[in-house]
């Protein structure tokens, strides 16, 4: 009996270009395949529900990660890496996270994040 052909891919590729490509499992060279842990988004309570619709402008509106984002900041998380471990995200997705959320500040010069 010969030996089943193993179907190896070391093409370089687009990450997203399946309907080019193939359909490839695993990453294409030069990615990094990371499994990232899933962390269960914090549910606030309703006093803190109530605090964050009066500070955060249209907080009910807010996308889940966003409003996650800003329960953090109110429970004392006050930098984009300590949120990104709470929620078990980076740093820069807590950044782009908060890109439209009126009523966050943050001081570049300490690196701290605040609700006004």
């Known amino acids: 009996m010969e030996k089943a052909e193993q179907r190896r891919c070391t093409e370089w ?15 294409a060279i030069g ?10 988004l914090p549910t606030p309570t309703e006093h803190e529900q109530k605090s964050l619709a009066l500070v955060i ?3 009910e509106s807010k996308t889940e990660l966003q409003q996650a984002v800003c329960l953090c900041l109110l429970r ?3 930098t984009h890496e300590k949120i990104g471990r709470t929620l078990g995200i980076t740093a820069g ?24």
């Open 13 to 27: 590729r687009p990450r997203h270009a399946a309907w080019q490509f193939g359909r490839h499992r695993g990453a």
């Open 31 to 40: 990615e990094l395949s990371v499994r990232r842990r899933i962390v269960p």
């Open 57 to 59: 402008e249209e907080f």
């Open 76 to 78: 004392g998380d006050n």
């Open 93 to 116: 997705e807590v950044r782009a996270a908060l890109i439209g959320v009126w009523g966050v500040l943050y001081d570049r010069t300490r690196d701290k994040l605040w609700i006004r």
